[in-house]
Nanobody, 126 residues
Framework: QVQLMESGGGSVQAGGSLRLSCAAS??????MGWFRQAPGKEREGVAT???????NYANSVKGRFTISKDNARNTLYLQMNSLKPEDTAMYYC??????????????????????WGQGTQVTVSS
């Protein structure tokens, strides 16, 4: 079964840390990324990584979040440090199937990602 399964969300105080995981199964993946959606807002790109390990980040998370992947485990991670209340959102993992073109520096082009996870909630209190 082709799927992405996120985990690791939770509630933390401002300044705290969380690590999100996304287990990918059923296929090989090219570009992958983390996206988030706060209530009443559009879904936005947080961080992306391509097949060669090149990464891109939204300005709002640069220096605080780190995206990485373990190819052996077929798992994507997002280490989130120095969390702020404005980071509160549902976080989604997304992927582009191997063989399909993708351009990770464009964090606004969500349409290129053809598989999405169900999301994991992150809540940061002040």
């Amino acid at each position: 079964q082709v799927q992405l399964m996120e985990s690791g969300g939770g509630s933390v105080q401002a300044g705290g840390s969380l690590r999100l995981s996304c287990a990918a199964s059923g296929y090989s993946w090219n570009c992958m990324g983390w996206f988030r959606q706060a209530p009443g807002k559009e879904r936005e790109g947080v961080a992306t990584i391509d097949n060669e390990g090149s990464t891109n980040y939204a300005n709002s998370v640069k220096g605080r979040f780190t995206i990485s992947k373990d190819n052996a485990r077929n798992t994507l991670y997002l280490q989130m440090n120095s969390l702020k209340p404005e980071d509160t959102a549902m976080y989604y993992c997304a992927a582009v199937m191997s063989g399909r073109y993708c351009y990770t520096p464009d964090l606004t082009d969500l349409s290129q990602y053809n598989l999405w996870g169900q999301g994991t909630q992150v809540t940061v209190s002040s």
